[in-house]
C-alpha cells in the first residue's frame, strides 16, 4: 500500500482556524485471504475533509469537520487469468466529526474526538444475478491525553473504538496507542510507543520554518485487517513548512 496525503491550515482570525485536508490510498496487487484462501487482490481510497477549529476560553478548543469525499474500491482478482472475481465499492453519503481539546497544563492536554458516518457500498460477483446494495453506519471516538513528563520528554496515551453497523450485523474494534517522545538534540526529536501491542518508532527534526518527521509502525491496524491483509510493516514520511 502507498498513501499520499497533504493539507493546508490557515488562520481565520483571532483564535480560529481553517484546515483542508486530502488523502490517496493505493495499492499493488497483493495476497487478501478469504474463506476458500488467498487470493489476488488491491485496495484504493480517496478521501478530503474540511476541519474549523475555534477557542473558546484559554483552555477550551471545539473543533467540527466533514469530509465531502470519502470512497474505498476493493477489488480480488482470479489467480491465473486476472479476471476480477469481486469488486466492492463504498462511498460516504453523509457524515461528520466533532472534537475538543482541554488545556489543563502549560504542556498538558486532553482530546476527544467523535466521528460518525454513513457509507453506501455497492458489491459486484459474477455468481450473483446483479450488483448488491447496501449501507451501514460507522461510529468512532476516541479518548487521549498528553503532558510534558520531564524538561526533554512528552508522554501521550489514546484510546479508540469503532463500531459499524448494517441492519442486525455490527463489528467493533478497539485500540490502545502509547509513546514518548525525547527531545535529543534542540532539532532532533525521537519517538517509542506501542500501537495496539505493536512497536512504532520515529524520529522528526526542524530546520528553520521546514519540518521532517519519520515513523515506522509493525501490524499497522492489525485488530482490523491483519486477518485478511496478512502481516504489514509501514514506513511512513512527513514533510511540512510555515509560513
Sequence with gaps: ???????????????????????VLDSSQGNVMTPGGPLPGSIEETDAAVHYGRRLSDRWLLGIGVAPLLETEINLYHPVTGAVLMHTDSEAESGFRLGTLYQFAPEGFAGFVFDWYEEDVTFVNPTLPGPANFSFTSTEWALGVSARVS??????AEWMEL?????????????????????????????????????????????????????????????????????????????????
Design 151 to 156: 524538561p526533554k520528554m512528552i508522554a501521550a
Design 163 to 243: 463500531e459499524s453497523e448494517s441492519g442486525d450485523l455490527s463489528t467493533r474494534t478497539d485500540g490502545l496507542h502509547v509513546g514518548i517522545e525525547f527531545q535529543a538534540t534542540d532539532r532532533l526529536r525521537v519517538r517509542l510507543g506501542s500501537n495496539d501491542g505493536q512497536m512504532a518508532l520515529g524520529a522528526g527534526a526542524r530546520f528553520g520554518d521546514w519540518v521532517i518527521n519519520y515513523a515506522y509502525l509493525d501490524d499497522w491496524n492489525d485488530g482490523a485487517v491483519g486477518a485478511s491483509l496478512g502481516e504489514s510493516e509501514t514506513h511512513q514520511i512527513e514533510i511540512g513548512t510555515y509560513w
Design 1 to 23: 500500500l502507498t498513501g499520499t496525503q497533504g493539507w493546508y491550515a490557515q488562520p481565520l482570525g483571532p483564535g480560529q482556524g481553517i484546515q483542508v485536508l486530502g488523502m
